[in-house]
Nanobody, 115 residues
Framework: QVQLMESGGGLVQAGGSLRLSCAVSGTAISVTSVGWYRQAPGKQRELVAV???????DYADSVKGRFTVSRDGSKNMVYLDMNSLKPEDTAVYYC?????????WGQGTQVTVSS
């Protein structure tokens, strides 16, 4: 059973930084892409960043240059370093992956950026 668990959210002032962590179990991150998504109130869930099974990365335009996705294969962990945070980054952040045509999600972690 694939499971993901996010941690590291919180309240931060604009311009500040946070690191989110995603603990993955039931599959190795070396064989699956893991994405970071966010959902703000009243909005659809959107992809923020993704790291592939081979370690390549991609980002939404809105976070390029500010957010960095990385992983530690020895711990089966994926991270999202968020810098220069803006109030519009406020959302619930989720990590997710797909294995055998099924999507798996963590429970989410709240990030609130105050102006």
């Amino acid at each position: 059973q694939v499971q993901l668990m996010e941690s590291g959210g919180g309240l931060v002032q604009a311009g500040g930084s946070l690191r989110l962590s995603c603990a993955v179990s039931g599959t190795a991150i070396s064989v699956t892409s893991v994405g970071w998504y966010r959902q703000a109130p009243g909005k659809q869930r959107e992809l923020v960043a993704v790291i592939s099974s081979i370690g390549s990365t991609d980002y939404a335009d809105s976070v390029k240059g500010r957010f960095t996705v990385s992983r530690d294969g020895s711990k089966n962990m994926v991270y999202l370093d968020m810098n220069s945070l803006k109030p519009e980054d406020t959302a619930v952040y989720y990590c997710g992956c797909r294995r055998l045509s099924r999507d798996y999600w963590g429970q989410g972690t709240q990030v609130t950026v105050s102006s």
